[in-house]
């Protein structure tokens, strides 16, 4: 794969805590330099990354219920309707990781069906992509979440927030997309630091890459 091609898979990630003005526009300027899939950022800071995106083919994604999703359904519906009146494309929402530890499957599906509705009445096309936190779930619940995640209408399953007790790994991948097939996207986020695991990632089935070093990937990967 050419360095292109793995760009055109990363979503540029800035979600801490301390991100300021500068650290946000400085995410964007690499977003255009490396030509990625979108920069990813908190939703506070989405109108700012439209703004300084103008001109790109990057598009904006916002968190929604993040970092652990436990805010109620309601509230991660209205976070999407901000978020793409500010200007997101994409949403990467958290799942209410507690309701599928419980077998809470009814509110699962409608917590992530919530957000995907907030996408459909979109003025234009919005993804959604449902973060499962992997880590924290027996491998039977982690099919369970990604089942009910592609049946509530998401366009992707996404491991982890890249915030909890641990990120992306090949088994986990190559599980999400054997549970879900071809019919939507996985992402791998959390922990991908150089292109050997990216690539990993990628050969495991993920169409997507959550990152923050995406400099430090590229540069080990073909032109």
């Known amino acids: 794969m050419k360095r ?16 300021d003005t500068e650290a946000v526009k400085r995410l964007c300027e690499e977003a255009i330099q490396f030509d990625v ?4 950022v908190n939703p506070c800071h989405v109108e700012l990354v439209r703004e300084s995106l103008k001109g790109s083919d990057v598009k ?32 990467d929402m958290v799942i209410n990781v507690g309701a599928l530890k419980e077998g809470d499957y009814a509110f699962v599906s ?18 959604v992509k449902v973060i499962l936190e992997m880590a924290l779930l027996t491998e039977e619940e982690k099919v369970a979440g990604a089942t009910l995640a592609k049946a509530a209408g998401a366009d992707y399953v996404k491991t982890s927030t890249g ?36 690539m990993a990632m990628v050969e495991a089935g993920a169409d997507r890459i959550g990152a923050s070093r995406t400099g430090a990937i590229l540069e080990r990967i073909e032109a």
Do not use: N, W, Y
């Open 110 to 127: 409608e917590d992530i069906h919530a957000v995907c509705v907030a996408a459909e009445k979109a003025p234009r096309p919005v993804s």
């Open 60 to 91: 904006v994604c916002a968190v929604v219920g993040f970092p652990h999703g436990m805010s109620t359904s309601e509230t991660k519906a209205f976070e999407a309707q901000k978020a793409i009146a500010a200007g997101a494309d994409e949403l």
């Open 4 to 19: 292109a091609e793995l760009a055109k898979r990363i979503d540029h990630t800035l979600l801490g805590p301390t991100a």
């Open 37 to 40: 899939a979108s920069a990813c």
């Open 163 to 198: 915030f909890g007790p641990g990120g992306a790994t090949v088994e986990d991948v190559a599980l999400l997309r054997a549970t879900v097939g071809e019919g939507i996207g996985v992402k791998a986020a959390g922990g991908i630091r150089d292109a050997e695991t990216a």
